[in-house]
């Protein structure tokens, strides 16, 4: 089928009032982002629709593209005609015959946003059915449930048809929501955490926390291709922090405090989570927490742990279960990446009997007993490395900085 242009529908633009304006702006420019490399590409609005004119572009290809791009609800493609009734026709019964699928029954659903068109929707129905049922005599028409619905949008400059609609991946534009830090981990629910964020609108940079040597290499390189798989749905250049872990675990060890080790991990984690925040103008935290998957996200243990920062702590995965965010990784691409057998700093560290109901005032004791807390915090903010990912360049390891571009 050669397509002429993609309508494109937004999503939860229309609940924004006031800020529709600011939010199909962005969703323009993301949109114009995300089909960057396919240059024969132009783009108009009308009517709160944007318009993608394919001039030769693969349909298929574009539309791969635009699956993916975070406040788009549905999209369709379109065979334009001139707004007028025989062109109409000829186009509607071209369409039909090119169809892939060989329907049985089908029904027309005229729109008509321009009222200086001599015909109403109920008379074009009628009109442009019947030489449809005349060029292909084995269709029916079905006004309840058929196979196929032909649609037509007739507007004063043309008239589109189309008889697919495209589900999007609904949400809102990136950014539109403001800005987080994304706990990720090597692991299989943080990306996951972090793809619903940002289909809700938050402009996300992801915090890692590292203990090479005794983490490897390749625990890291993973790490580094689940970012830049974010960075594509972000459609922008995505900051990983890689934040040296080491010499606080090694630390917390000396404690002899083996059944709170995970909850002293996690409450150092937000802390220096909470600094880089204020460094990043960032407010509030993702984390890829599901209630009772292990003893650190109990009810009990998350209300320990949560009280280490003051920042909101954004959990899209909180009543999800294991099945359903695997689901979603396989869906997001993240899947095959997060299952690779390399470890990171908490399950390295993971001791053999944590503790799932922790005692406040005791975890706040022990870190009150630990006169080198705070340098502890701040070296490890110090250390942390920034890299820059982007969907379109191969992953490779920089060199220790401040800040890298890939």
Known sequence: MNYDKIIV???????KGRNRGRFERQMENQIKRALAPFEGLTF???Y?????????EPYERVADRLKDVFGIGSFSPVVTARPELADIQEKAVGLMLKLADRPYTFKVSVRRSWKGFPHDSMEMNHLVGSPVLQAIPHL???????DIQLKVEIQEDAAYLYNEVVEGAGGFPFGTNGKALLLLSGGIDSPVAGWMGMRKGLELEAVHFHSYPFTSQQAKDKVIALAQRLSYYAGAPFKLHMVPFTEFQTRLTQLNQDNLMITLMRRAMLRITERLAERYKAGGIVTGESLGQVASQ????MNVIGRATSLPLIKPLIMMDKNEIIRFSEKIGTYETSILPYEDCCTLF?????????NLSVVEKVEAGMEDYGELLRAAVKGTETIVLTPDKPVTIPQTGEESWF
């Open 9 to 15: 529908r937004y999503g939860d633009l229309t609940v």
């Open 44 to 46: 108009s609005k009308i």
């Open 48 to 56: 709160g629709r944007l318009y993608v004119h394919l001039h030769h």
């Open 140 to 146: 029916k028409v079905d006004v309840r449930k058929p």
């Open 298 to 301: 109990t009810l009990g243990s």
């Open 350 to 358: 993971l001791p053999k009997s944590p503790s799932t109901n922790p």
